[in-house]
């Protein structure tokens, strides 16, 4: 059984406003989910491709806003993202300096909170290096852009907190994210 089989609740999706954040937050609400958008201030419900239940307004280098949205949530859907393979390759400094710290912030907001679930988009494109045939889920894992390194330390980051704090996790290896 997956994430969407599992009984309906209360998310907090990062990320509400961008592509797969906004595909992912209309599934849960026709799926039945109570969906809170977590929104950076200047942003609103009409950037929503969907119609959440409640808007909590912060930033993600906050821990008292993130703790706050939290409020009576049972998971986070984060797909919030600061970088793309194209700007992170240049100078995967990015993905230390922006991705990784919030990513920390909301797992750490997370335990302290109370919430024990995350669901985290990585890319099955760059985490496992150049391939011959299709890549398997228990591949090693060998990224060869900044961007893939990002990811991986993002997943390795998410495990931590698995270890440390009980969390669980679901992490999902996208591939080819188009649309508009």
Known sequence: AG?????KGRALLIGATGLCGGAVGDRLVRDGWSVRAFLRPGRDRQDLAFDAQSIAYGGLLSQAELEAAMADVDCVLYFASSSVPATSSRDPTIEFEASLVCLNNT???MSRAGVRRIVFPSSGGTVYGPVQAEAKEGQALAPTSGYGLGKVLAEETIRFYARAHGLNYTILRLTNVYGS
Do not use: W
């Not at 994430?3 to 009984?7: G, I, L, Y």
């Open 3 to 7: 994430f969407m089989d599992e009984p």
């Open 107 to 109: 797992l750490l907001a």
